[in-house]
Structure formats: C-alpha cells, structure tokens
C-alpha cells in the first residue's frame, strides 16, 4: 500500500493515455495490497476482542473507513486550494485549454502520495503486534505460544490447554472446498458473499447521480462555469459535507448499537430502509431534481440513503464474516466475501454507469450508447436493495456468542468427532 501509493503520484508516460495506463498498473496493485488487509484487520480485531464488545470493537475498524473519506476528502481540499490560489485560472467556457494549468498535473499527484503516511504510520505498529492466539493455537496447534503473545497484550498469566487445542483441532480439520464446509458453512458463505455483493452494486451506483443532486441543491456549479482546480476544490468539498452528513454517523451509529440490536437486526433494517429511500427517490426523480422548492427533500433522501447504508449493511457485512467461520478458514472466508462485493462494485460503478444514460438518441454522454435512464436504473437498484434483505435471512445473529459457539469449534465428544 506504501509503495504503491507513492508509485501512483509518479505514474509516468509521454501521452496522457500511457500516463493513465500505468497510474492504473499502480492503483490495481494497491488494490492487491487493500484487499489483503481488509480481510486481516477484521480477523485480527474480532479473535483479540471478547464476545460482548466485538461488534462494537470490528465496527469501530470499520468506522475509521469514514474518518479516511473525511481525510482524503480534506487533503484534496488544501492542496488544490493552494494551487487554485497560486495559479488561478478561468473557467473551461471562457478558456477550454488554459483553465487547466500545467501546475494542476502535480495535484493529483501529491494527494496520492499523501495517501501513503496513513499506511506508512500503520506499518511499525502492524510489525509488533504478535499473532492471534486463535490462530496460533487452533491454526499451528502451539497453545503455549498462543498463551505467552496473550500475556503480552493483555499483561495477565494464562494457562496453556494444549489437550483441549488438540482436541478442537482434531475435530474440525474439514477444508474450504470439503462436503464438511459446505455441510455447516455453505449457506453462510454464500449468505455473506450474496449480501456483500448486492450491496456494493447499489452503494458504488449511487455516485451515478451524485451530480445531479450535487447541482441541484447547488453545493457544485456547471462544470464549465469551472477551471479544473476550482472544480477538484468544489467537488472535495461536496463529498466531505456528504460524508460528514451521512456516512460518518451510519458508521458510528453502528458503533453505538450493534450489541444492542444484533447485527441481523441492523442489516434488514439498513437494506430495508435503503430500498425505500431508493424508491423514494427514483420514482420522483425528475420532479425532485427539476423544480427547486424539492431540493432540500432531494439532498436529504440522498444523504439517508448513505446513512442506511453505513448504519446497515455496509458495516455488518464487514463484521459477519469475520465472527461465522472457522478460525482456519475464517481470513479466508472473509476475503472470498469482501471480492463478491468488489464484483458488485465494478458491476456498480461501471454496468451502471452505461444504465444509467438518456434513453433517447443524442441525449446520452459523448462516447456512450443510449441506457435506460437514471429513474429507471434507481429503480432497478431498489430492487437491488431488496434482493439484500432477502439474502440477509441467510446470515446467522453472532451478537453475544463466542467465536468457537458461532463456527461450532467448540463441539467435540471424546473421539474427538465433530457433533451431528
């Protein structure tokens, strides 16, 4: 993640099309270095925290998702600010060429490599941090091990019960791709690969019409009434009062009420009360974006829409899979889960992305084929949303229940054989 966030700011090339190339060279491989801690900072965060604070704890991590959007959203407000100030240009209607000045290239580049100190602060603290106990005593069967690394952290003794390791081990030696797994996981993994996946199709499409009600309610002008670095500037802004208006208190709010609600509970209610702010908004849309005295319901049907969102689905489908499988197999569980709702992502941000354009000839983006139209395409992504709430029916409740009780690790005669 460092250095591919630094290589992104050096992305080189003699044509901006080479430039883009490699910058997405860069950015996919940052993506490989995410993708591998996603999965690592639930694990690790759910096998340290006990039962009645560990959804609090996994949403917690999760949360911070929200104070990064805040950071990276106001690091793009300074910097192009500061440019914006220095090398102030006109708008793209009254220069097409100079309201862009060859000083903006370093913009973009500075906000990526900035993008590396979080990262590179997280590294020292991530190389000292021992393995999980679960892991090292149910993966690599070392109790001892697993003891000592917990009198570290927690600064307690603790006994070593390597019989009863050995016994759990014995018992639940089945592997991802086994009759076994799909016997007692099968449906919770598709449960929580099916959720995470439909959720991300409707949360990345929801930036399909982000201008439109950016516009409308007047937080972001024409973009030809802009130069490129007023438009960086107003555009940062923009997100960061969304992000500070919905999606961080949707992260805190789950946060504050996970082991009070359940995560069962804050999933069906988040995918319930999207899809009705989705239909809220799409079957009005015209009328909402089109006459003024709608605005203010427009932007707060949008900002609710993230807030379910974030208090909702957006964050149990990042703690379910880090409580419901084994610890042998629970990374890597919540690693197949988190890539179904990176499909949802590139199918959201992408397949909607054409739906979403003019249904009628010549109305549509330049470079695009007619779609189905923004209403529609709502539409169809509320019934996206209620294809969630469905799915949700499939993942258990963990709420108050110990890792080794939800996966079944706990369960073992004296044959060392799993339970019926």
Known sequence: MVVCSIASGLSFGSTAKSVMTTLCFFRFWLGFGIGGDYPLSATIMSEYANKRTRGAFIAAVFAMQ?????????????????????????????????????????????????????ALLTFYWRMKMPETARYTALVEGNAKQAALDMTKVLEVELQAEQDKVDKI??????????????????????????????????????????????????????????????????????????????????YWFTVAFIERMGRFTIQLMGFFMMTVFMFALSIPYYTLRDHHKYHIVFIVLYAFTFFFA??????????????????????????????SGKAGAIIGAFGFLYAAQNSHEGKQDPGYPTGLGVRTSLIILGVINGLGFLFTFLVPETKGRSLEEISGEDRYDAEFAPYP
């Open 66 to 118: 929200g104070t990064g959007i805040l950071a990276g959203a106001t690091v793009s407000i300074i910097v192009s600010a500061a440019f914006n100030n220095a090398y102030h240009r006109r708008s793209f209607n009254e220069d097409p060429i100079g309201s862009t000045p060859p000083q903006a290239d370093f913009v973009w580049r500075i906000v990526f490599m900035l993008g590396a100190i979080p």
């Open 169 to 250: 081990r014995a018992a639940d030696n089945f592997g991802l791709f086994s009759m076994e797994f799909a016997k007692r996981h099968g449906l919770h993994l598709l449960g929580t690969c099916t959720t995470w996946f439909l959720l991300d199709i409707a949360f990345y499409s929801q930036n399909l019409f982000q201008k439109d009600v950016l516009t409308a309610v007047g937080w972001l002008p024409k973009a030809g009434t802009m130069s490129a670095l007023e438009e960086v500037y107003k555009i940062s802004r923009a997100q960061a009062l969304i992000a500070l208006c919905s999606t961080v208190p949707g």
């Open 310 to 339: 974030n208090f909702g689905p957006n964050s149990t489908t990042f703690i379910v899979p880090a409580e419901i499988f084994p610890a042998r197999l629970r990374s890597t569980c919540h690693g197949i889960s988190a890539a």
